[in-house]
């Protein structure tokens, strides 16, 4: 968070791929509560070189993990690698905020949030995109009664898996799945908004196992690789609320995202842009009792911060949260019931019928607006 004057909650960073300079960025010259001291990665060598671009330490985790000063560690390396990870932080006494998913299994995620608790120590995870600009409008709205009583929610996504996939390694990687990897920025907005989820129904499924790779230049072009994860998602959400709503991520189709994401109301309907954003328009279609009549569109502008790519907004919120003794919103339970709740989504494709999600969450306290 921008906040001034405050004692700066000293960072280490793990991981240097892609998405550490927009955290790196943010985190060292946006959020004044953090001050990053170092980063590391799998190979000495490109965490000395990243740091040197931020003027920072690069070094290896075992020294992160040792050095007494640093209070939390920010997560930035693939899925399958964040259980190992995060439980050697916590066991170092460490605070931990987490890139998505928090663990590739619900239940390693269970036993992480149980150790960040035994240990009296913060535990966080992306997705953090629900505390921008865009979906607190939402949220005020809904909140504010502007659209009356929701009735339904319909959001929907395409991606490119072929060009993804021959972009991205990582994607190939367990949890690496349109579902886990993208359509969890879906999920995790919908329970922001609407608390949690109760029961799913769906159908998943993979349209190509073996793949190409399509880019030029690339030393895999026009090789053949596999492809185990889920590529398309079509769920029914009933949500503990009572609200109810679909959700589709189709990762057979091009890159350009034509995102779908409307709340229906009583009173109106909102529009919103992809929540892999923190901003965005978020349109409010006001209800009409004449036929005659046109309902007239209107862009909601309610003053809210973090309509950029504010990434690194999670692990400042949560050391305003740690400073304050308050629970952080982009909480381990928040992201722990999203995770159990793509679980049962791939369980019901499975089984045919309706699965219940077993854990539940409190839905993040609302950010506040300037």
């Not at 930035?76 to 890139?99: C, D, F, M, N, W």
């Not at 239940?107 to 120590?121: C, D, V």
């Not at 600009?133 to 959001?155: M, P």
């Not at 021959?166 to 349109?178: A, D, E, N, Q, V």
Request: charge should be negative; charged fraction near 25%; hydrophobic fraction near 40%.
């Amino acid at each position: 968070m921008e906040t001034a004057k405050k004692k700066k909650m000293r960072v280490g960073v793990v991981g240097c791929g892609a998405i550490s300079d927009i955290y790196l960025t943010n985190m060292i010259n946006r959020f004044e509560n953090l001050e990053v001291v170092s980063c590391c990665a799998g190979h000495i060598e490109n965490a000395k070189k990243k740091a040197e671009q931020y003027g920072i330490r690069g070094c290896t985790y075992e020294e992160i993990l040792e050095d007494d000063s640093i209070e939390m560690i920010v997560v930035l390396t693939p899925a399958p690698t964040h259980e190992g990870l995060i439980r050697q932080a916590l066991e170092a006494g460490k605070h931990v905020y987490t890139e998505k998913t928090m663990t590739i299994a619900p239940e390693t995620a269970a036993e992480l949030i149980r150790l960040a608790e035994e240990k009296h120590l913060y535990l966080g995870s992306a997705p953090d995109t629900f505390l921008g600009a865009a979906l607190q409008t939402a949220r005020k709205a809904i909140d504010d009664g502007l659209i009356g009583e929701v009735t339904s929610f319909e959001a929907c996504a395409n991606r490119d898996l072929d060009l993804l996939t021959s972009m991205f390694g990582f994607l190939r990687m367990p949890g690496g799945g349109i579902c886990y990897d993208f359509g969890v920025y879906y999920l995790t907005a919908i329970v922001s908004l609407f608390g949690p989820v109760d029961r799913v129904v769906s159908s998943v499924r993979n349209l190509a196992a073996k793949r190409v790779n399509i880019i030029p230049g690339s030393p895999e072009y026009g090789q053949e690789f596999d492809y185990t994860n889920e590529s398309q998602v079509f769920t029914i959400l009933e949500m503990k609320n009572g609200v109810t709503g679909t959700f589709c991520v189709n990762g057979d189709s091009v890159i350009n995202d034509q995102a779908v994401f409307t709340i229906y109301g009583k009173k109106g309907i909102l529009k919103l842009v992809d929540p892999n954003n923190f901003g965005g328009d978020v349109v409010y279609i006001p209800g009409v009792k004449d036929w005659t009549q046109q309902a007239v569109p209107e862009v909601l502008h309610y003053g809210f911060d973090y309509s950029e790519n504010s990434r690194g907004l999670g692990p400042s919120e949560m050391a305003e949260a740690i400073a304050e003794g308050r629970p952080n919103r982009a909480s381990a339970k928040m992201a722990y019931h999203v995770l159990d709740t793509i679980d049962q989504i791939m369980k019901s494709a499975e089984t045919g019928a309706f699965e219940k999600v077993p854990s539940t969450c409190e839905r993040p306290e609302a950010m506040p607006n300037s």
